[in-house]
């Protein structure tokens, strides 16, 4: 069974540039979750999606954003990026819509941002 | 809110040593406990998850972990390290009613001498 799977693996852009980064889970997960790790701030969660609908957000500005598709798969966008969102993000997945269920990460994309 | 705390940010064991790393978590009510494990430049890897019950749960690789109320605490243990065990572990906490989102420690990096 495939695991989670992200893309691209590694992202240089520069200040003000807008990216997407992509997250498909494991096959018959339903549940996608974001965070983004960094040196000073380690591992922060960014945002949930279960059947296409968010249902947690970390505490990120707006410009952090996300979007689930009917099959499960899930993109998450920076708009206006800055030098501070230079981070590994790591998608998630888990089986379905309960709580507490152990989640399968995938090898991130790593984002830096000159 | 929930929050976890690693004590420890390094440590070194020489292999075939016992290993204990800590993890206090501050929750008002019985969370969901993790521990995950993350090799360089890769993903999460779950070792072992606490949900409710046998306070001594089992995981893979030969860990173990047990959770006390008393304590606010879910240390992870392995009675023999091997050097393939050196990666950074990290304790994490999701809360009740919260989905699936989850709150990490700061992390421990585990040093394996041979």
């Known amino acids: 069974k495939a695991g989670v799977t992200q893309t691209p693996r590694y992202l240089i852009k520069t200040r003000g540039q807008q990216v997407t980064l992509s997250c498909s889970p494991i096959?018959?997960?339903?549940?996608v979750s974001w965070y983004q790790q960094t040196p000073g701030q380690g591992l922060q969660f960014l945002f949930e999606?279960?059947?296409?609908?968010?249902?947690n957000k970390g505490n990120f500005p707006g410009r952090f954003s996300g979007r689930q598709f009917s099959n499960s798969r899930s993109e998450m966008n920076v708009s206006t990026l800055e030098l501070g969102d230079s981070a590994l993000y790591l998608c998630?997945?888990?089986?379905?819509?309960?709580?507490?269920?152990?989640?399968?990460f995938g090898d991130g994309t790593r984002l830096s941002i000159l | 809110a929930q929050s976890v705390t690693q004590p420890d940010i390094h440590i070194t064991v020489s292999e075939g040593a016992s290993l204990e790393l800590r993890c206090n978590y501050s929750?008002?009510?019985?969370?969901?406990l993790f521990w995950y494990v993350q090799s360089p430049g890769q993903g999460l890897q779950l070792l072992l998850k606490?949900?409710?019950?046998?306070?001594l749960v089992q995981g893979i690789k030969g860990f173990e972990a047990e959770f006390k109320r008393s304590q606010s605490s879910f240390n992870l243990r392995k009675p023999s390290v091997h050097w393939s065990d050196a990666a950074e572990y990290f304790c994490?906490?999701?809360?009740?009613?919260?989905?699936?989102?989850?709150?990490f420690g700061g992390g421990t990096r585990l040093m394996v001498k041979p």
């Open positions: 929750y008002g009510a019985t969370p969901y």
């Open positions: 999606y279960f059947s296409e609908t968010q249902r």
């Open positions: 606490y949900f409710s019950g046998d306070t």
């Open positions: 998630a997945s888990s089986l379905g819509g309960g709580e507490g269920q152990p989640q399968h």
């Open positions: 096959s018959g997960h339903r549940s």
């Open positions: 994490a906490v999701g809360a009740r009613n919260a989905g699936n989102m989850l709150t």
